[in-house]
């Protein structure tokens, strides 16, 4: 068996409400997220990856690998992002330059990534990540996919399969996208940005 663990929230599951129910915490992260850790391990003796990063595996396994560790790596850094108590309702300092320089303004960044995470067929996640220039983009992602796999160094995403919203929003996932907005833990996306 592999070694990777389900993450611990840096949060109590009830502390997003009412954006994020402790009801879809259970499931999204003690459910959908467990099985990705549990199949993984499972996966791993005999394929070359046992030594493997998340990213590492990401960037280079096929299949059921490629797709368990895709979903790890993905909800870690979803569910590593929000807090129930935003010290800041807009980014600053060099990301919040950034988003300006590259978007226009924060809310034009902020329309231009929730349209992507709307038109988004079917189930993936939306991000914005930053090129090897520093220079801010937002992919749309298919599945398990990540955009470190295009080289790029993922800053924040959006869930956008049914399981992270269906509980609380049912077939309403414009709100639910437009509700992430105030959980957003501006500061944990500065420090990736930085890293
Ligand atoms: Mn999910």
Redesign the pocket.
Same mark, same amino acid.
């Given at each position: 068996m592999g070694n990777f663990k389900l993450m611990t929230l840096p949060y109590e599951p009830e502390a997003l409400e009412p954006v994020i129910s402790r009801e879809t915490i259970g499931f %999204?992260h003690g459910k %959908?997220l467990s099985a990705y850790v549990n199949n993984l391990n499972a996966l791993l003796p005999g394929s070359g990856f046992e030594e493997a990063s998340l990213e590492e595996i990401v960037c280079k396994a096929t299949g059921g690998i490629l797709n368990n560790a895709g979903q790890i790596l993905n %909800?870690e850094l979803y569910f590593g992002q929000f807090t129930g108590r935003p010290a800041k309702a807009a980014p600053t300092g060099k990301l919040g330059e950034a988003i300006a320089r590259d978007f226009g303004s924060f809310e034009a960044f902020r329309e231009a990534f929730q349209k992507a995470g709307t038109t988004l067929f079917g189930s993936g996640w939306v991000w914005l990540s930053a090129d090897k220039d520093g220079k801010l983009v937002i992919t749309q992602e298919p599945n398990a996919a990540n955009p470190v796999q295009k080289g790029l160094r993922p800053l924040l995403t959006f869930?956008v399969?049914e399981?992270?919203y269906y509980l609380d929003f049912q077939n309403r996932r414009p709100d639910h996208l437009a509700a992430l907005w105030q959980i957003i833990d501006w500061e944990v996306i500065e420090s990736r940005l930085s890293k």
């Amino acid at each position: 068996m592999g070694n990777f663990k389900l993450m611990t929230l840096p949060y109590e599951p009830e502390a997003l409400e009412p954006v994020i129910s402790r009801e879809t915490i259970g499931f %999204h992260h003690g459910k %959908h997220l467990s099985a990705y850790v549990n199949n993984l391990n499972a996966l791993l003796p005999g394929s070359g990856f046992e030594e493997a990063s998340l990213e590492e595996i990401v960037c280079k396994a096929t299949g059921g690998i490629l797709n368990n560790a895709g979903q790890i790596l993905n %909800h870690e850094l979803y569910f590593g992002q929000f807090t129930g108590r935003p010290a800041k309702a807009a980014p600053t300092g060099k990301l919040g330059e950034a988003i300006a320089r590259d978007f226009g303004s924060f809310e034009a960044f902020r329309e231009a990534f929730q349209k992507a995470g709307t038109t988004l067929f079917g189930s993936g996640w939306v991000w914005l990540s930053a090129d090897k220039d520093g220079k801010l983009v937002i992919t749309q992602e298919p599945n398990a996919a990540n955009p470190v796999q295009k080289g790029l160094r993922p800053l924040l995403t959006f869930d956008v399969w049914e399981h992270a919203y269906y509980l609380d929003f049912q077939n309403r996932r414009p709100d639910h996208l437009a509700a992430l907005w105030q959980i957003i833990d501006w500061e944990v996306i500065e420090s990736r940005l930085s890293k």
